[in-house]
């Protein structure tokens, strides 16, 4: 007896001890082995729809909306267990990741206000000591919208310090109303929404807070004759995200210089690749022409979209604006929040499915090249049967005017900065050498458009985000002698005295003719200065804005990179009269 209680006292403990480590090991970081994810097992979802305006006897009205952020547990794939999320949707149930899609009509304004129901803790590890929102009770979770190309007063625009947590119950410094207004009367095209917190984005949108924001304008659009209709035209929301064993979102609690800052960490790349809310989904489609309003909602990851069987892609729009003509192309390069709405005509297929896969290396463009795994996208099962179809993509699509560089109200040097510890880590990236907090240098006049010349001094392609303003690439050219200017630069920080002209006289690197169109991101080339003439004005009409540009807390730019953004790439854009 005495015997048999020894061992199973020592069975009873060893099980405690081993409970005690599996708990630990769980709290801690036992990542999900990503090939136990079988590829192309679910569906495509479709987001649910949320039309941006009414109809009252046959004449479309402007419509408020209520979207709330909700806590709730989303499923990424069959073999994964549900994931607690935070989802954007109409209600707890109908939420989802991505948000509903909001379809907004030209010219019929739409509404939100969007509600906080988030609960007092984050579901992610993040990172006081970068510029951060933290509230005063430290309850909460402080969120704030950003509508991405639209064009919209700057009380509306989600500021990052325009926070606010659960029920309104703590407001950022330039927080100013709860009801958000979109004009809709720019160009029609794609757009997204997402959550823009100061220092906290990064975690925000890896957690769910985003969503495709779509403006249609018939009169327009119809004639051109593009797929259409819920089954043929789709928007797509890529990204990618790590999982543990559990089901749970990884996100890396340690940061790469932990003395310095505890949890930040220069890019956050997930080894799932998720498209509308599931990893690695696969869709059935006819034998007939596809719409796909492709939106890039990673952190840092760059996506090289290409189709296995050699189905090329008709490109007809970048970021929020139509190209003037399409574009055949074999293969999109696709940077953080940078969008594209292709045709593919899956009647040219000689198989029966279509891989859509990635070769981005990560970090874009020096890193690891991609495996079987993040080189992966969806699966598009191709029908049999050919079918009659009567969309077309024609020779013309739509033209607005070409950047007009005689009227160019300012020119501007815009250089960024990343700098390290002493072991030669990230610690922080900088635009221009300036934190966030100081004063406005970029204060450009409203209906006037600028020449905006883009250093990178670093070695990492970064997607800039001018938010209100459209822009054209004219020029990237590659700087020689690059460490001779950077090292002028780290001391006085001033491009014209650092003589860039001298410097600035290496190879063209031609703009692919599907990014020659009007713009809202572009990826800046490490080692290069790329010049943009941005306009800060409508490109399809002479209109000036319906509102004050001016106002308070006024605009930003910055990095689309999230993790860069937080800390802290990005500065205020301060309209002036
Ligand atoms: C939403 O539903 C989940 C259960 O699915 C629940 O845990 C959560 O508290 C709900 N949130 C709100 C705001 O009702
Ligand atoms: C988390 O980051 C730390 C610091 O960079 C690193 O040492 C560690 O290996 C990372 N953990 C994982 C699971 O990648
Ligand atoms: C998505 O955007 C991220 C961050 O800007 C970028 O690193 C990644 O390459 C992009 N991926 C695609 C498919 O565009
Ligand atoms: C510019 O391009 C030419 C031809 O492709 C090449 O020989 C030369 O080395 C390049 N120069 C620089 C500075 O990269
Ligand atoms: C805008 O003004 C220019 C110059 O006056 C004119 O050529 C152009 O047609 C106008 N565009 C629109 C859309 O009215
Ligand atoms: C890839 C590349 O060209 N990176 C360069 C970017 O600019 C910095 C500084 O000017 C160089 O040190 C990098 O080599
Ligand atoms: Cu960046």
Redesign the pocket.
């Known amino acids: 007896m005495m015997v048999m209680e020894k061992i199973l006292l020592f069975h009873l403990l060893s099980l405690a001890l081993l409970g005690a480590v599996v708990e630990a090991t769980r709290s801690d ?1 036992r ?1 999900i082995k990503i090939s136990q994810l079988k590829m192309f097992v679910d569906e495509l979802p479709d987001m649910p729809k949320i039309l941006g305006f009414d109809v009252v006897n046959g004449v479309p009205v402007s419509k408020s909306l209520q979207i709330g952020m909700f806590s709730k547990k989303w499923k990424f794939h069959r073999d994964l267990p549900p994931t607690r999320v935070f989802a954007y949707g109409t209600s707890n149930n109908t939420a989802t990741v991505p948000g509903p899609t909001i379809e907004a009509l030209y010219g019929v304004d739409t509404y939100v206000t969007w509600r906080n129901y988030l609960p007092s803790k984050h579901i992610l590890p993040w990172d006081p000591t970068i510029p951060t929102a933290i509230p005063a009770t430290k309850k909460g979770v402080p969120t704030v919208v950003h509508l991405h190309g639209g064009i919209d007063e700057p009380q509306s625009d989600g500021n990052a310090n325009s926070w606010f947590t659960r029920g309104f119950r703590e407001r950022g410094p330039t927080w100013t109303q709860k009801k958000y207004h979109y004009y809709n009367i720019q160009q029609p095209g794609n757009m997204w929404y997402h959550d823009h917190a100061m220092g906290l984005t990064r975690v925000n949108l890896l957690v769910g807070l985003i969503g495709a924001y779509i403006i249609r304008h018939p009169d327009i659009e119809s004639p051109l004759g593009l797929p259409h209709g819920k089954e043929f035209d789709r928007p797509l929301v890529v990204f990618d995200r790590s999982f543990r064993t559990d089901g749970s979102i990884y996100m ?1 609690r ?3 210089n ?1 003395s310095i800052h505890p949890q930040w ?1 220069p890019e956050y790349f997930g080894d799932a690749i998720i498209v509308n809310g599931k990893a690695w989904p696969r869709l059935t489609v006819r034998r007939r022409k596809y719409r796909f309003r492709i939106i890039n909602a990673s952190n840092a990851r760059f996506f090289e979209f290409f189709f296995t069987n050699g189905l090329r892609f008709i490109h007809v729009g970048s970021d929020s604006s139509y190209n003037k003509r399409p574009v055949m192309i074999k293969k999109i390069l696709l940077a953080p929040s940078e969008i594209v709405d292709v045709i593919v005509d899956f009647s040219e297929s000689k198989s029966d499915s279509a891989i859509l896969a990635n070769g981005a290396a990560y970090p874009y463009p020096s890193g690891d090249p991609v495996n079987k795994f993040n080189g992966n996208v969806m699966k598009f099962i191709i029908k049999r049967q050919r079918e009659v179809d009567t969309s077309r993509v024609p020779k013309r699509l739509i033209k607005y005017p070409s950047p007009d560089l005689s009227n160019a109200a300012a020119t501007r040097y815009i250089a960024m900065y990343e700098y390290t510890s002493p072991t030669d880590e990230p610690t922080h990236l900088f635009l221009n050498g300036k934190p966030y907090e100081a004063p406005a240098t970029e204060t450009p006049k409203e209906g006037t458009s600028e020449i905006w010349n883009v250093i990178n001094l670093t070695a990492d392609n970064h997607p800039l985000h001018i938010h209100l303003g459209l822009f054209v690439v004219l020029e990237q050219r590659k700087l020689v002698d690059v460490e001779k200017f950077k090292e002028c630069m780290l001391k006085i920080n001033n491009a014209v005295k650092c003589q860039i002209s001298k410097y600035a006289r290496g190879n063209i690197t031609a703009v692919p003719a599907h990014e020659q169109g009007w713009k809202n991101v572009f990826k800046m080339t490490p080692g290069y200065v790329t010049k943009i003439l941005v306009r800060f004005a409508y490109i399809h009409s002479n209109a000036s804005y319906p509102f004050d540009a001016s106002a308070e807390p006024g605009y930003v730019y910055h990095c689309h990179i999230l993790d860069h953004e937080d800390n802290a790439m990005m500065r205020p854009l301060k309209f002036i009269k």
């Open positions: 970081d990542l890396n340690t940061g790469n932990p960490q």
